[in-house]
Nanobody, 125 residues
Framework: QVQLVESGGGLVQAGGSLRLSCAAS????????MGWFRQAPGKERVFVSA????????DYADSVKGRFTISRDNAKNTVYLQMNSLKAEDTAVFYC??????????????????WGQGTQVTVSS
């Protein structure tokens, strides 16, 4: 089992920044591909960003490219999502997830084995 706890969400004005953190415990963190997903009210959960086990490969949804940066610190068992130039449409609950996937990286929710409880991000326009 892997336990994931997100933090760093909150209310921010459009154009502002937030840094989300996701602390993992339970299993060897570096064995897992890590991802961030988000779910807006009334919508499905969608991919935001993912990072490979070593941190050397990353992927982003088109909607956040150039604004969000994912990173991980395997020594601290933590993955981060730096979010800049936030827009009202970024408002959602953000979830981190861990995948024990064969692939180097994955953007598919069903590939992820463990999920955090989510942190609310609200961007006011």
């Amino acid at each position: 089992q892997v336990q994931l706890v997100e933090s760093g969400g909150g209310l921010v004005q459009a154009g502002g920044s937030l840094r989300l953190s996701c602390a993992a415990s339970g299993r060897t963190f570096s064995n897992y591909v890590m991802g961030w997903f988000r779910q807006a009210p009334g919508k499905e959960r969608v991919f935001v960003s993912a990072i490979s086990r070593s941190g050397g490969v990353t992927d982003y949804a088109d909607s956040v490219k150039g604004r969000f940066t994912i990173s991980r610190d395997n020594a601290k068992n933590t993955v981060y999502l730096q979010m800049n130039s936030l827009k009202a449409e970024d408002t959602a609950v953000f979830y981190c997830a861990a995948a024990n996937a064969r692939r180097l990286i994955t953007t598919t929710p069903r590939d992820y084995d463990y999920w955090g409880q989510g942190t609310q991000v609200t961007v006011s326009s």
